[in-house]
């Protein structure tokens, strides 16, 4: 046989393990070049591992097991042309193992049909109910250590079976209803985001400041040229790319909401590479959009939509989310009316969008109905003076309620 180990590959130079979250293909998978083989999840991304090479697929490591960079996860077999079933279990008890209950994968099936271990009594361990090669030696040792009387002459008690712990549980009775608790693991980003978010609420000094701005401009200008703007760039306009041009704007006005602290150091960035949020059902990303005072509102969009898909399909690598100088994040899109936003370190600063809502204002004293936004921004305090963050929202606002501005840069 000509084997080819199967490696974890290099996702980034400040990752060096992650989580194998999922095996796209299973032992006993023909794979071609390019196939995607397994995901692997790290605290930054989702990242799905292609094959290097054709061939039959044997894994080595189980779904949920974190892993270092560069160790092997299995192998393919580069002279395997077809799927080998193994051949100690006839085929009918595997066909009746792999037909009841969850899906099995074929090396589970085979034990379940090798040792001859009820589906129905087996506790899964794996992710999402997955049942596990150990779940089933574990329910064999369960069934040798405890076999069934034969015939009994005198009734007598059947022996408790042990069962490892299900991730279902019974919480204490109240009023005479039983209620269930689902305890599972924190998956690994989920775990990387609170460590972040803790880090930089006691690392910095963070302040908020808010401002709202009339989106009135904006959004007649929006509905005006939409359709020539879709028929020209094959893109829709929103309102995203008027914010990050506008703080682009900005941030080149006031380049110290633009710079990090990094020691004793302050480290100036004479580019602007703007971190749009971004909500996935695997939790908040913020890809980066580089360069972005560099571009026009078209090129914005274009890089935002392949982001947003990207996510949607769980493709955002980790070069994607380094390296942003500033963030902007919208809980307007959710429904939030008001925020503070929490500083993505090792950046400054961080503009928060909200819903927009018709409100009365008044404009040269008469009190008239305007779309007004709520716009926060959180700073660090230690590198960002109040003077300085109040005039940036101010900068923006200016911007939005008169774009022109954006195309004269005024």
């Known amino acids: ?55 039959v697929l044997t894994t080595t490591i189980a779904e949920g097991v974190t892993v270092a960079i560069g160790s092997i996860v299995g192998s393919i077999d580069t002279a395997g042309t077809a799927v080998a079933a193994p051949s100690a279990a006839p085929a009918p008890a595997l066909a009746a193992a792999a037909a009841n209950g969850p899906h099995l994968s074929p090396a589970v099936a085979y034990q379940v049909a090798d040792k001859g271990v009820d589906v129905a009594s087996i506790n899964p361990s794996g992710p999402g109910g997955r049942i596990t090669k ?37 919480a204490p009775v109240i ?13 690994n980003i989920r775990q990387k985001i609170a460590q972040r978010l803790v880090e930089a609420q006691h690392t910095a000094a963070i302040l908020t400041t808010f401002n709202e701005v009339d989106m009135s401009r904006v959004m007649d200008l929006r509905t005006k040229y939409k359709d020539a703007f879709q028929k ?18 900005a941030l080149q006005a006031f380049p110290a909401v633009n710079a990090q602290i990094d020691g004793t150091d302050i480290v100036y960035h004479n580019y602007c590479d703007i ?23 078209a090129q914005i969009e274009k890089a935002i939509m392949d982001y947003a898909l990207k996510a949607r399909e769980n493709k955002i690598s980790v070069s994607d989310l380094q390296g942003g100088t500033f963030t902007i994040t919208n809980g307007g899109v959710f429904g939030s009316l008001l925020s503070t936003p929490i500083l993505n370190p090792p950046q400054s600063a961080i503009l928060g969008m909200h819903s927009i809502k018709k409100r009365p204002v008044v404009v040269d004293d008469q009190i008239v109905i305007r779309p007004m936004m709520y716009l926060a921004l959180s700073y660090d305090h230690r590198m960002i003076d109040g003077k300085e963050a109040v005039s940036f929202l101010v900068r923006i606002k200016e911007l939005i309620e008169d774009p022109e501005r954006l195309l004269l840069s005024i």
């Open 1 to 55: 046989m000509s084997k080819v180990e199967i490696k974890v590959p290099s996702v980034g130079e400040s990752v060096s393990e992650g989580v194998l979250s999922r095996w796209i293909k299973k032992t006993g998978d023909l794979v071609k070049s390019g196939d995607p083989l397994f995901e692997l999840e790290t605290d930054k991304a989702s990242n799905e591992v292609p094959s290097l090479v054709a061939g």
């Open 175 to 187: 009023g005479g209803a039983e209620r269930a608790q689902t305890r599972q693991k924190m998956p």
């Open 134 to 170: 150990g779940d089933v030696l574990a329910a064999a040792d369960a069934k040798t250590a405890t076999p069934a009387p034969s015939a009994p002459s005198a009734p007598s008690a059947p022996a408790p079976v042990a069962k490892a712990a299900a991730p279902v549980v019974s």
């Open 232 to 249: 020209k760039h094959g893109i829709g306009l929103g309102f995203m790319s008027f914010f990050v041009k506008a703080t682009t704007e």
């Open 275 to 297: 971190g749009v949020a971004v909500s996935t059902e695997r939790g908040l990303m913020v890809p980066v959009v580089r360069s972005a005072e560099r571009m026009g509102f």
